[in-house]
């Protein structure tokens, strides 16, 4: 029987919920390290799930043989720092988007990556799903025609995480709602178009509804467990719109962690000289034309819809195991990357940024 390869998970918070459960499923991994600053996380996981040990500083474990694979599932500032550390010490990494922080870090995890021969995969998890991959297909059989033009909406009422916690400091999340949820959406709508080479972009950041804290109405928010209205600091987008031409289609775009409209729009329209496709985010799609001189509206429908976590795992392990870089990996998280510094610096110089 083969060797089975050991897994650490890195942060033990909510999003290692979509990594821990999925290796379990996996005959040929075994996870044997739970670290996490928050001693009580760590213990939480060990006695959750049955096995390994916790461990409470990620540095404990470089070094031991008996780690293959790492998981980093801390928060953006951490995300660089303990992957490199990692693929120094021999281990392949998946770790939780965005990348980083800032694309110098991005890029430095993506040269360590080469300099060291380790598999870096980034969390964009729409890259395994059903929908997204249909659609995909959809385009690069021409289905659709040229597609020309894609819209992207991630708008919610109000939905900013943890006000005044680490999700709302920019020295420590990067950003906002464009670096929280406009990576899963901008990096789906690039693979699904082939992911072309973006050329340039403009782009407004906004700060507005969350910085007066104290006085934020909201009904529920995640993360709510990091928040801090009395003292914590709020300096990031809570809104973004903009504007992208690539070597393929254009894009534009608008997001919302909170905006004074009670409803939520979560989609990505690509419009075609054929036919169109509105994909409901984390669901499934319709697609418009003209087939046979009729006005067309076909509804899809297909086994697997939301976000295939184990499928993302599963991924990673067996390029792990051939050495074969998947549709995530850093290379190809990159330009996500560098789209999103570029949005960044578009609104804070006030220009158009040509990448």
């Avoid at 290796?23 to 049955?50: H, M, S």
């Avoid at 819809?305 to 190809?332: C, L, W």
């Avoid at 990357?337 to 960044?344: F, N, R």
Wanted: glycine share 10%; aromatic share 10%; net charge negative.
């Amino acid at each position: 029987m083969s060797k089975k390869l050991g897994v650490a998970i890195i942060g033990c918070g909510n999003i290692s919920g979509s990594h821990i459960p999925n290796y379990l499923k996996l005959d040929n991994v075994e996870v044997r390290y739970f670290c996490d600053i928050i001693p009580e996380r760590a213990d939480r996981a060990v006695e959750k799930y049955g096995c390994g040990t916790a461990v409470y500083n990620y540095k404990e474990l470089l070094g031991k043989d008996d780690i293959d694979i790492v998981s980093v599932c801390t928060h953006n500032d951490f995300h660089a720092p303990i992957s490199i550390d990692f693929m120094r010490d021999g281990k392949d990494v998946l770790c939780e988007k965005p990348a980083a922080r800032t694309v110098e870090e991005a890029l430095e995890m993506q040269k360590v990556a080469k300099e060291t021969g380790r598999m870096l995969q980034i969390g964009v998890v729409n890259r395994f799903c059903d929908n997204v991959n249909h659609v995909r297909k959809l385009i690069a059989d021409g289905e659709l025609g040229e597609v020309y033009q894609v819209y992207v909406s991630f708008r919610a009422h109000r939905s900013i995480p943890g006000l005044g916690g680490d999700f709302t400091q920019k020295a420590k999340s990067g950003g906002g709602v464009l670096i929280d949820w406009g990576v899963h959406y901008l990096d789906l709508t690039l693979y699904c178009l082939g992911d072309p080479t973006p050329l340039t972009c403009s782009g407004e950041a906004y700060c507005k509804l969350g910085k007066d804290m104290k006085n934020y109405v909201y009904t529920g928010m995640w993360a709510e467990d990091s928040s801090d209205k009395e003292n914590g600091t709020y300096d990031v987008d809570d809104f973004v719109s903009g504007f992208i031409r690539t070597t393929g289609a254009n894009i534009t775009f608008n997001g919302a962690w909170a905006q004074n409209i009670g409803q939520s729009e979560t989609f990505v329209d690509f419009m075609g000289t054929k036919a169109g496709v509105r994909l409901y985010y984390g669901g499934k799609f319709t697609m418009y034309s003209t087939m046979n001189g009729m006005l067309t509206e076909i509804k899809t429908d297909f086994a697997t819809t939301g976000f295939d976590y184990f499928a993302e795992i599963k991924a990673f392990v067996e390029s792990v195991e051939t050495r074969k870089p998947n549709q995530a990996h850093i290379d190809k998280a990159i330009l996500t990357s560098k789209l999103l510094d570029a949005i960044y610096r578009s609104s804070d110089e006030q220009k158009e940024i040509t990448l």
